[in-house]
């Protein structure tokens, strides 16, 4: 298939004049197709098309397509449905009356050329320098990020089903891809009895001595088919079919394979005591490779994948203006101050702690010129080496840092840190009854500078603030510490973070959990509508260039998102009070 880009076609006159008829006051579909059409053109989509076929749709027309979609939440099947009895919908599109629109199936083949290219983020980043360009965004203002879970579109599995759908996805995917090889290599009448159904929980025997001999058989099945296709008589292509691979991995995550006294090869469950991989390369499920178990807190739990939205974040007008500006708002549509416009979207998988995303979001906005003077976090994305590395960059991380975890700071008694004086010129450090300390060593903790400050027994033995101090039984006091600057800033922000000033400037941060839930009702962003990563991405991003567009068109007609939702009475209140 090929491209001949042409980007976003002329509007037919009697299309024009049917749906101005029928929206006299537009639409959000019409608005997305007069304000920002520039957005939706074919070039940026070049390097996924090739120069010679028979040419495709236009990947300009279906991009705006999906972010109505989006917009709406609606499904494939629904979406291309609206093309065709929708009139603003071929009003966007530039399609005559009469055009019988196109194929479902057409989405998910671009979604799947999108992925394929790294063009998840094309429309999105986009959109973003269109706002950009009209002043609705800039860099150097305020912007604040928080993250939620994201449920992948595949079952929940146990590690017992995760075994059998293993062997079921590679014997599904060979009798397709090669069905004579599979023939020649296993008792095709056996295994589809025990294959042919998914594996699932409730179909299994209810005892746990049964449920072990089918662990064993399952990792039986897996070895064997795992042995045919890696044997040297095996075609190589056979060992690139992506469940093949993935059967073998979960061979490797589940079982042991050990050879007994009598020379005998004994297939063992992996347990505890066995080791199994971390979480972040544990497979959990042999139809999405990208998606990983996790936990937040007591109460989820959750397989799939994890979203940090970030969107810019303004203080409320005054009151007062906003009630005056009532009286001839029609004369002021669109005129005010844009807000809450998303500025990115990072998506991983969902073993990824938020301290990770950090450094990549803000990077991510300094390469489109929006990043912020003040960057609003919760308290799990902070760390001292990431506010240093900011403040460089003229970003002030406004998040809640982790307090002293010592002993004596976690029960508040005794000296913590912050008791003792360090004199970085000398290399030593002054405890709460003068003494100093004897030993002053650089390390590398989990790949970090740190500094590990000693105080000599001798010195801590006599003391009569000894058991203030340290519970240790060597009787000393040992301190770590990071580099003089990434201390002196961690301090800075422990101590800023108590004032009264700082919460109530923090307080700002909450509103970005309210972009998460209008993401939740309008997109359904914490459930996955495609498999693996690369699509996910697009889904995200897809629906954070929808939300932009709803935001923008608000601000087209209705003026700022941002006012106040009092009533002219509690209005008149406040004046009154004031």
Same mark, same amino acid.
């Given at each position: ?20 008829? #029928? ?21 940026? *989509?070049?390097?996924?098309?090739? &120069? ?17 979609? $989006? ?41 799947? +050329? ?9 429309? $999105? ?11 609705? &965004?800039?860099?150097?203002?305020? !912007? ?10 595949? /079952? ?37 009895? /025990? ?22 058989? $399952?990792? !039986? ?31 490797? !995550? ?7 006294? +009598?020379? /005998? ?130 970003? /002030? ?17 005794? $000296? ?10 000398? +290399? ?12 002053? %060593?650089?390390?590398? !903790? ?8 000693? *105080? ?36 800075? #922000? @422990? ?8 919460? %109530? ?20 962003? +914490? ?8 699509? &996910? ?13 709803? @935001? ?9 998102? %941002? ?16």
């Amino acid at each position: 298939m090929s491209m001949r880009p042409v980007g976003l076609p002329e509007i037919p006159e009697q299309t024009v004049v049917v749906a101005r008829a #029928a929206f006299p006051k537009g639409s959000l579909a019409i608005r997305a197709r007069d304000r920002p059409a520039e957005v939706f053109v074919d070039e940026p *989509f070049t390097e996924a098309f090739g &120069v010679r076929g028979a040419p495709g749709l236009s990947p300009g027309v279906l991009s705006l397509v999906m972010v109505l979609q $989006f917009a709406e939440g609606l499904t494939d099947r629904q979406a291309a449905a609206m093309a065709v009895r929708a009139i603003d919908w071929k009003y966007a599109l530039g399609a005559e009356l009469t055009d019988t629109g196109f194929d479902a199936s057409v989405l998910c083949r671009l979604r799947a +050329r999108l992925a394929d290219n790294g063009m998840e983020r094309v429309v $999105f980043d986009r959109l973003l320098e269109h706002c950009k360009d009209a002043g609705l &965004v800039a860099a150097g203002g305020k !912007q604040r990020t928080d993250s939620t879970h994201v449920i992948s579109a595949v /079952r929940d599995l146990n590690r017992l089903e995760l075994a059998g759908e293993s062997v079921r996805a590679a014997l599904e995917a060979l009798a397709v891809a090669a069905p004579a090889w599979l023939a020649g290599h296993i008792n095709v009448t056996e295994f589809a009895e /025990r294959y042919g159904p998914r594996v699932d929980g409730w179909r299994m025997p209810p005892s746990q001595t049964k449920r072990d001999r089918l662990a064993q058989v $399952f990792g !039986q099945d897996a070895i064997a088919l795992c042995r045919a296709a890696w044997a040297d008589d095996a075609p190589a292509w056979i060992r690139e079919i992506e469940a093949v691979g993935l059967l073998r991995q979960v061979l490797a !995550q589940t079982y042991i394979v050990r050879t007994d006294a +009598r020379g /005998r090869q004994v297939i063992k469950k992996r347990d505890a005591d066995d080791g199994v991989p971390p979480g972040q390369l544990r497979l959990a499920s042999p139809y999405d490779s990208d998606a990983r178990w996790a936990a937040k807190g007591d109460d989820l739990f959750w397989m799939g994948y994890k979203i940090h939205v970030t969107e810019t974040c303004t203080t409320l007008p005054d009151a007062d203006a906003d009630a005056d500006a009532d009286a001839d708002a029609d004369a002021d549509v669109g005129t005010g101050v844009m807000s809450n416009l998303i500025t990115d979207v990072h998506t991983t998988d969902a073993t990824v702690p938020d301290v990770k995303a950090t450094a990549p979001i803000q990077r991510k906005l300094a390469e489109h010129g929006v990043q912020p003077g003040e960057h609003y976090l919760d308290s799990g994305y902070p760390s001292a080496d990431l506010i240093t590395k900011a403040l460089k960059q003229g970003i /002030r991380m406004v998040t809640p840092v982790l307090q002293d975890h010592s002993d004596q700071a976690k029960a508040a008694e005794g $000296f913590d840190k912050n008791a003792f004086t360090i004199n970085w010129k000398t +290399r030593q450090v002054r405890c709460p009854a003068g003494r100093t300390s004897s030993h002053w %060593n650089p390390v590398k !903790q989990h790949g970090k500078d740190a500094i590990v400050i000693t *105080f000599s027994v001798l010195t801590c033995r006599d003391c009569p603030l000894q058991k203030q101090c340290t519970t240790s039984k060597t009787g000393r006091r040992m301190l770590t510490l990071r580099p003089e600057e990434l201390h002196e800033n961690l301090a800075r #922000a @422990r101590a800023e973070q108590k004032t009264d000033t700082w919460k %109530n400037k923090y307080a700002l941060r909450a509103g970005v959990e309210g972009t998460i839930n209008q993401a939740l009702d309008i997109t359904g962003i +914490r459930r996955a509508r495609y498999r693996g990563l690369p699509k &996910v991405r697009l889904q995200h991003a897809f629906s954070a260039t929808a939300l932009n567009v709803i @935001r923008l068109d608000a601000h087209w007609t209705t003026g700022p998102l %941002n006012r106040p939702r009092t009533s002219r009475l509690e209005r008149l209140s406040y004046r009154l009070s004031a």
